[in-house]
Structure formats: C-alpha cells, structure tokens
C-alpha cells in the first residue's frame, strides 16, 4: 500500500520533469521558422514569398525572403489599347534582415516578441507585352511591344513583433520598415508607327502607370515630361509585411 501511495507522488514528478524537459527542448530545438508572406497579394498580380528564420542565440536571428513576384496589370484601362499579351513577364524578390529581439521588452526568446532589424532588399522585374496601340495617324489598331525594366534596391530598418502560437505556429508583423531605396527603370515602345508616336504614347503609358501606383505618384512626377526611356532615382521607401509560419 505504500508503494501504491507514492505513486501519484512519482506521476506528478515525472510529468513536471517531461514539462520542464519539453520547455528546455523547445527553447534549444526549435530555432528554424519557415514562412509564407501574406501581404503581397496587395500589391502584385502573382506572388510566391518564402522566408526563412534561423535563430542564432536568445535574442537574434536571421531571415531570408525570396521569391517570385510580377507586377499588376497596368494598361487594361488604357482607351488606345486592345488585346494585351504577356509575351514575357518575371520578377523576384530577395530580402536578407538581421533580427534583435529585445530582451527587456520580450517575456520569451526569440523568434517570439517585439524586434528590431536591419534589413537590405531587391526587387527585380522584367516585363515584355504585345498589344495593339490605335495609330493617330492612320486611325487603326497597329501591333506594338512595350519593354519594361526595373531594378529597386533597398536598405533599412524594420520594427515588429512575432507571436508563436501553440509553440508551432507563428504570426510575423512587421508593421514599420523606412529605407532608403534606389529606384532604376527602364522602358521602350516598339512598333511599325512613326517615332515620334511610339514617344508620345510611351509617354501617355508612363503617366497612366503613374496614376495607377500611387506610392511611386510622388516619385515620377517630376520625371514623366522628361523621361527618355531611362530613369535612375534613389528616395525613401517603406516595407510591411504580414507572415504566416511554421516553428521546427
């Protein structure tokens, strides 16, 4: 009978030590998070961000995002055109940040509570579309190629906080990230039309893509009048994201 009453007594102390082992194997065990971004379908057509996060000791840890990214329809509404094609359309992106987690301020260790990070990001996209631009020489639908190329590099600071959920499962906020970016585009207009039109209307395109993305308004408008095909501007930018992950 004595036996049978230090049972319960041995139970209880073999489930608090399996607790506080469990405790210790997740905060050692558990330093890889993989997550997909949520917040990119706001702003391109077609987007796949993966990113990965690798805590290196109680407080830091390092991410990497990549992917696939293409930019949205532009010219849909476009009066003088019809028929669009995608002949080409790719676009990626890569961002690398150095994440502090800050102790006075977390309950937890990372990858759980408020961060700071530091963080470097490029975008890159190539765009080729075929589409029927109307001639206001002729007054008829002419078949035209329109290139387009961008290249955004940036480099900042992001602010946000992580919750881990049922110990697997994450939510990323990054709510606040001001960079500095520099801004490298290309575009073309090509076609069986006279030059001085395939100006004109690439001029017309730039302002109708510029009135449609409002976060580059204040960046372009100075440059649409003037732009000959090429532009090459460096301004502050800003990054938010929302992320979904997996904790092993």
Known sequence: MKKLGSLPLIVVLVLLSFSA???????????????????????????FLFQYERVLNPNRTISVQLGHVTLPELLTRFENIQKISDAEQ????????????LAKENKYNAPRGVYIAPFVSIHHFKNVKDFELKSSETNEFETVTLNSKANILS???????????????????????????NYNAEMTLDGD??????????????????????????LLEDKVADFNGRTNISTMGFRYSVGIGFRF
């Open 90 to 101: 790719f676009g990626y992106n890569v961002t690398v940040d150095y994440r502090f987690y």
């Open 21 to 47: 082992f469990s405790q210790k194997a997740d905060s050692v065990e558990r330093k890889n998070v993989i997550k997909y971004n949520l917040s990119t379908a706001a702003f391109y057509n077609r987007a």
């Open 155 to 181: 480099a900042g600071v992001a602010l946000g906080y992580q919750f881990v959920l049922w110990e697997r499962m994450t939510l990323d906020f990054l709510v606040l990230g001001p960079s500095i970016s």
């Open 193 to 218: 039309i006279p030059q001085v039109e395939l100006d004109e209307n690439l001029q017309l395109i730039l302002e109708h893509i510029v009135n449609r993305l409002p976060f580059i308004d204040g």
